[in-house]
C-alpha cells in the first residue's frame, strides 16, 4: 500500500543553525506533500507545501523541495529558533494524505 | 484557532462501550477527515467525507463508522471500545476533495482534537 517514509526519527540543533527532515513516498500519483508542525498536545498547523508541478518552494525560513523522480522530499528550516521545537510531519497524497512518522526537532539555546 | 471545532476535548470511557466524537468543519469546507494519533504515534487516516457522502477510506476498523450530515458536521462512532484505541482523534477540514479535481487537493485544516481514554 502507500507509504510516506520520514527521517529522522529525532533531530537536535543548536540555535542558528539549519535542520533538514526528509521524506519518501512510494506512490507515484501523489501530487501534494504538505509539512505539518505539531506542539505538544496541539492540534498539527500546516507550515508549508508543495505541489507537483513545482519542485521548489520557500517561506521565510522553511523551504521545501521535491523531487518527483526519486520520489522524495525535504524541508529545510535555517537559522532555527528555540520555537520551532516540536514534532514535524511530511504527507503525500492524491485523494488522501498518508503521513509520515514525524520528526521530533529540539533547537537548544 | 483554525476555526474547524470537535467536542467533547477529552472523554473517558470504559472498554466495550460506545462513544460518538463530534467535529464542525470550517464555513464553506465541504471534506471532513477523521485521523487517529495514538501516543508517539503518527496520523493514521480513517476516513473522508465530501459533501455528505463518504469519499475515501483508511485503516478505519470495523467497529468505527462515521458519517456526514447535510449541515456538514461529521460524526465518528467508536463502539465495543479496546485499551488500544485510546488515542487523540482528530478531524479535519478542507474547501474540496472531490475526485474529479484531480489537479488541486485543497489544504485540511485540524481541529484540536479529543482525547480519548479507554479504561
Known amino acids: 500500500g502507500e507509504n510516506v517514509e520520514q527521517h529522522p526519527s529525532t533531530l537536535s540543533v543548536q540555535e542558528g543553525d539549519s535542520a533538514v527532515i526528509k521524506c519518501t513516498y512510494s506512490?507515484?500519483?501523489?501530487?501534494?506533500f504538505p509539512w505539518y508542525k505539531q506542539e505538544l498536545g496541539k492540534r498539527p498547523q500546516l507550515i508549508i507545501d508543495i505541489r507537483s508541478n513545482v519542485g521548489e518552494k520557500k517561506d521565510q525560513r522553511i523551504a521545501v523541495t521535491l523531487n518527483k523522480t526519486a520520489k522524495h522530499f525535504s524541508l529545510h528550516i535555517t537559522e532555527t529558533q528555540p520555537e520551532d521545537s516540536a514534532v514535524y510531519f511530511c504527507?503525500?497524497?492524491?485523494?488522501?494524505?498518508?503521513f509520515g512518522t514525524g520528526t521530533r526537532l529540539l533547537v537548544s539555546p | 484557532d483554525s476555526g474547524v471545532t470537535q467536542t467533547p476535548k477529552h472523554l473517558i470511557t470504559a472498554t466495550g462501550q460506545r462513544v460518538t466524537l463530534r467535529c464542525s468543519p470550517r464555513s464553506g469546507d465541504l471534506s471532513v477527515y477523521w485521523y487517529q494519533q495514538s501516543l508517539d504515534q503518527g496520523l493514521q487516516f480513517l476516513i473522508q467525507y465530501y459533501n455528505g457522502e463518504e469519499r475515501a477510506k483508511g485503516n478505519i476498523l470495523e467497529r468505527f463508522s462515521a458519517q456526514q450530515f447535510p449541515d456538514l458536521h461529521s460524526e465518528l462512532n467508536l463502539s465495543s471500545l479496546e485499551l488500544g484505541d485510546s488515542a487523540l482523534y482528530f478531524c479535519?477540514?478542507?474547501?474540496?476533495?472531490?475526485?474529479?479535481?484531480?489537479?488541486?487537493?485543497?489544504?485540511?485544516?485540524f481541529g484540536p482534537g479529543t482525547r480519548l481514554t479507554v479504561l
Open positions: 479535519a477540514s478542507s474547501v474540496g476533495g472531490s475526485l474529479t479535481r484531480l489537479s488541486s487537493y485543497n489544504e485540511q485544516f
Open positions: 504527507a503525500a497524497g492524491f485523494q488522501k494524505l498518508v
Open positions: 506512490d507515484s500519483a501523489s501530487n501534494y
